[in-house]
């Protein structure tokens, strides 16, 4: 019997994604055209979408940690910690391709066990606590860094703070599995609403052939490590200069989706509590104290994408049902976000959101 090849495999995985998602992901839950859950890790959510329909179907991707791929990956991602050679072998079996029953039984074992929701738990728990290593063996501080250098590429200046984020830090060797080398990269601590760490947001970065510091040139040069439902990353307290959990009467919080674009406004606007949610689909499930009132929403431009107009609205409301009053600010630059804004605007009054 012939080898089918990974795209060969691939095209059959996505003709039978209807079947598969559920399988892989027994936890998720149909949205429209797509099979909705948390992570990779299986837990119930809405930032990992399998695309079930369409010319597109078998795609999926993870919007917190950037991951993405075809059906193929998506069974190395669920069963085989991202070996595509076993994958392949199981994507033979569970599709009728080979002869042997037996082993195709066994190759699907491991699905029957990520039902339990116990091991689910232990994964996020083991992610979790890698999170915490690694955040605990780095540095703190970024002045000097190539961090300081990549945000000043990007228009922000944090010496217009007076003082950097402790919320962020350099690691100057982080495991890359795209490409399967450690990386530079800026750490960003992700913290729940009890205000302990949750996960780490992790931006690959690289020095350009001029002495600068840029995203690094992957796929995906963004990604967290360890579930973050619910949390944030906690970039500028405002005036008060008090803890998110002591917020005092009369905070006013900007919250936007990612830490460029939450800085820039902080630039901006540095007398309000800046917070970046990590992920559009994060933003509606962000915790919030009860004393902070209000609330302005630093939106990406993002008019032309049905999915994040669906996000976005869902985070208004939430906030809106909570008893806040919110505001949301969008930029004028098409498909452009605050940090476009901050780098084009050709003067340094406060022209915030």
Not at 302 to 308: E, L, S
């Amino acid at each position: 019997m012939r080898r089918h090849s990974a795209a060969e495999l691939a095209r059959l995985l996505a003709d039978n994604i209807t079947r598969l998602a559920p399988e892989l992901l027994p936890h998720g839950k149909k949205d429209g055209a797509e099979w909705r859950v948390g992570s990779l890790a299986g837990e119930p959510g809405q930032s990992l979408a399998v695309r079930l329909t369409g010319a597109r179907r078998g795609l999926w991707c993870d919007f917190s940690s950037g991951e993405r791929g075809d059906g193929l990956d998506l069974v190395a991602a669920c069963l085989f910690a991202g070996n595509r050679k076993d994958a392949m072998a199981w994507a033979s079996s569970w599709l009728g391709l080979t002869d042997n029953s037996t082993q195709a039984a066994i190759q699907r074992r491991p699905i029957l066990e990520k039902v339990k929701t116990s091991e689910l738990d232990k994964e996020a728990q083991q992610r979790r606590a890698k999170a915490r290593r690694l955040w605990q063996e780095t540095p703190a501080g970024i002045a000097g860094t190539p961090v300081e250098s990549y945000l000043a590429g990007r228009g922000i200046d944090l010496r217009q703070l007076g003082r950097a984020p402790g919320a962020l830090r350099f690691a100057p060797a982080v495991w890359c599995a795209e490409v399967q080398k450690p990386l530079p990269a800026m750490l960003a601590a992700i913290c729940g609403p009890n205000g302990k760490m949750v996960a780490v947001h992790r931006t690959w970065l690289q020095q350009s052939p001029s002495g600068t510091w840029v995203k690094a040139d992957l796929h995906n040069a963004k990604k967290v490590l360890g579930s973050f439902a619910g949390g944030c990353i906690r970039l500028w307290r405002g005036a008060s200069g008090a803890a998110l959990g002591v917020a005092p009467e009369g905070d006013i919080a900007i919250l936007a989706e990612g830490i460029e674009t939450a800085l820039s406004t902080a630039i901006a606007c540095p007398e309000y509590r800046v917070l970046a949610s990590v992920s559009l689909s994060n933003m509606a499930a962000v915790k919030l104290p009860d004393t902070i009132k209000e609330i302005i929403v630093a939106a990406d431009n993002d008019a032309g994408n049905p999915a994040a107009r669906k996000a976005l609205a869902a985070a208004l409301h939430q906030f809106t049902q909570q008893g806040r009053t919110v505001r949301l600010a969008v930029p004028e630059i098409e498909h452009g976000d605050w940090n476009d804004v901050l780098r084009n605007e050709p003067d340094t009054g406060h022209n915030g959101p």
